[in-house]
């Protein structure tokens, strides 16, 4: 069975950057898609960045220039860099891996 252990959130100030990383009990290599949800307070889930088996990448359009997201393969973790936090980036971010889902991470972005 497959588990997803995110870490990597916490409270921010607009501008300021967080980096949340996602490791998995099973080679990263194994899994089709990694992919970073989000959701806001209030709000469903929305797929923020993904990152496919084939190297191709998505991000949503209003995190592009922004978020990077990366896998390494040799530590089976999915990362997802967020510069310049804005607001609207705070809730829960969920890592997925297939159709494998992590418990979610808290992250504030708030002056």
């Known amino acids: 069975q497959v588990h997803l252990v995110e870490s990597g959130g916490g409270s921010v100030q607009p501008g300021e950057s967080l980096r949340l990383s996602c490791v998995a009990n099973e080679s990263a290599a194994d899994f089709y898609v990694m992919a970073w949800h989000h959701q806001a307070p209030g709000k469903e889930r929305e797929m923020v960045a993904s990152?496919?088996?084939?190297?191709?990448?998505y991000y949503r359009p209003s995190v592009r220039g922004r978020f990077t997201i990366s896998r390494d393969i040799a530590k089976n973790i999915v990362e997802l860099q967020m510069n310049d936090l804005k607001p609207e980036d705070s809730g829960v971010y969920y890592c997925?891996?297939?159709?494998?889902w992590g418990h979610g991470i808290q992250v504030t972005v708030s002056s």
């Open positions: 990152f496919t088996k084939y190297y191709f990448t």
């Open positions: 997925v891996a297939d159709f494998t």
